[in-house]
């Protein structure tokens, strides 16, 4: 299988794991854990570290500003609520660049998006009342942060190494001790500590 979306590559595990480059033996599981360990590095942080172009939903916490579930690149089109009869929802106002601004200021990625003062419009309280359009991710894949690789890498060796401890013990043997396999590796939630989402939940409403 191929790698998709993974936050390291397949030479770089091999190395890793003293694995000849030329060996093929082991890439059909090798793929499968790296791709495994990325999506749970998602999971753990709650964010992707990966660009996609995507169409989103959202609803906005007060009339000025919009927190989201998702990091943002960039926008291509912001679309607020029209009018919403029998289901069917019409996003009829479209909003120009200058109309809003993202935050955090130090962005991309970009976690909120606030209407600008001197805008014509403001964010719908309906449920789903904007629509973004844009790129979606932490970063593109080709700039994964170092501690995110390496945090990929140390997963998926111990993924794979894992085949050979089935019931969690190593060792054991006539003259060994066996010992249990810790179930979080201290090093991995070092490295993504600093990566993990915070979401902001505003106290007030703005606006509204």
């Known amino acids: 299988m191929a790698i998709t979306n993974g936050y390291t590559t397949l030479l770089l595990l091999k190395a890793r794991m003293a694995i000849p480059s030329a060996t093929t033996t082991y890439d059909t599981q090798l793929e499968a854990v790296i791709t495994t360990a990325s999506r749970v590095i998602d999971a753990d942080t709650e964010r992707e570290f990966f660009s996609t172009s995507a169409t989103r939903y959202y609803t906005a916490d007060d009339s ?6 998702d990091d943002i690149q960039s926008i291509t089109t912001l679309e607020t609520l029209s009018s919403a009869s029998a289901g069917i929802r019409t996003y009829g106002y479209s909003w120009q660049s200058y ?12 976690t909120r998006v606030i209407a ?3 805008g ?3 964010f719908p309280r309906d ?3 904007v629509k973004i359009t844009g790129v979606f991710g932490y970063c593109p894949l ?3 942060p170092f501690p995110i690789q390496e945090a990929c890498l140390l997963l998926s060796q111990r993924y794979y190494e894992r085949s050979k401890s089935p019931m969690g013990m190593i ?16 090093d991995y939630t070092s490295l993504i500590a600093d990566y993990k989402r915070i ?4 106290t007030a409403s703005w606006g509204a």
């Not at 043997?173 to 179930?183: F, L, P, Y």
């Open 127 to 129: 449920r789903r009342g």
């Open 120 to 122: 014509r419009y403001l």
């Open 142 to 144: 080709a700039n994964v």
């Open 171 to 186: 060792g054991g043997g006539d003259m060994t001790e066996a010992v249990r396999i810790s179930k979080v590796d201290p």
């Open 99 to 110: 109309e809003y601004d993202l935050e955090p200021e130090n962005g991309p990625p970009y």
């Open 64 to 69: 000025l500003s919009l927190f989201i579930s």
């Open 116 to 118: 600008a003062g001197t």
């Open 199 to 202: 979401i902001m939940i505003p």
